[in-house]
């Protein structure tokens, strides 16, 4: 029976699931369980913190599901969800990792960095630096290189203006910047 809804949209998934179909939820994990744990390994470091908190998106999601809207992207309610308890997750451990092999094309290319300083070096000051910016603009720099969502998407997530969006990432990258010049530049 699961087969023939492996090619449908996830909202004509939802919809099932919403109608009593719930057993069509795990198609829908199955396709956002390794972005769900991408994105929390941006936050967390630790492999069963990160297994325990996918876990409860997904708990979550499902408890919810018959308020999710059909006509809307469940990409971003998942999201959404994901940030809320990423969110609650960081409160509780008060302290950010980031892997930011993805980042780093973003952010090297017109800095002043020496250019003997090795790969794992750079990964190292990025997450320096990552780690000295507001949560208000991380979040959007990682929704928006990590799990390359759109504006409007990152909007949806974080319940902000689509514009707010492009000027946090704008502004973000422009803190980093500076402190890579300020601390590693010429």
């Given at each position: 029976m699961e087969g023939r809804y492996?090619?449908?949209s996830d909202?004509?998934?939802?919809?099932?699931?919403?109608?009593?179909?719930?057993?069509?939820?795990?198609?829908?994990?199955?396709?956002y369980e390794e972005k769900i744990k991408r994105y929390s390994k941006r936050f967390l470091s630790n492999h069963q913190d990160i297994e325990d908190v996918v876990q409860e998106i997904f708990l979550k999601a499902y408890e919810n599901i018959q308020?999710?809207?059909?006509?809307?992207?469940?990409?971003?309610w998942l999201y959404r969800i994901a940030h809320n308890e990423l969110?609650?997750?960081?409160?509780?451990?008060?302290?950010?990792?980031?892997?930011?092999?993805?980042?780093?094309?973003?952010?090297?290319?017109?800095?002043?960095?020496?250019?003997?300083?090795?790969?794992?070096?750079?990964?190292e000051i990025l997450d320096q630096c990552l780690e000295k910016?507001?949560?208000k603009y991380r979040e959007p720099i990682i929704l928006f290189y990590f799990?390359?969502?759109?504006?409007?998407?990152?909007?949806?997530?974080?319940?902000?203006?689509?514009?707010?969006?492009?000027?946090?990432?704008?502004?973000a990258k422009e803190r980093i910047k500076k402190l890579i010049n300020k601390n590693y530049g010429k």
């Open positions: 492996r090619q449908k909202e004509k998934i939802v919809e099932s699931v919403q109608s009593g179909e719930v057993e069509l939820f795990g198609i829908l994990v199955e396709r308020s999710f809207d059909p006509k809307r992207k469940l990409s971003s969110v609650n997750a960081l409160k509780k451990k008060k302290h950010f990792s980031f892997d930011l092999d993805t980042f780093l094309p973003y952010l090297s290319g017109d800095n002043h960095l020496d250019e003997d300083i090795d790969f794992q070096r750079m990964k910016l507001e949560s799990e390359n969502l759109s504006y409007q998407e990152i909007s949806d997530i974080l319940q902000i203006p689509v514009s707010t969006v492009g000027v946090r990432i704008k502004r």
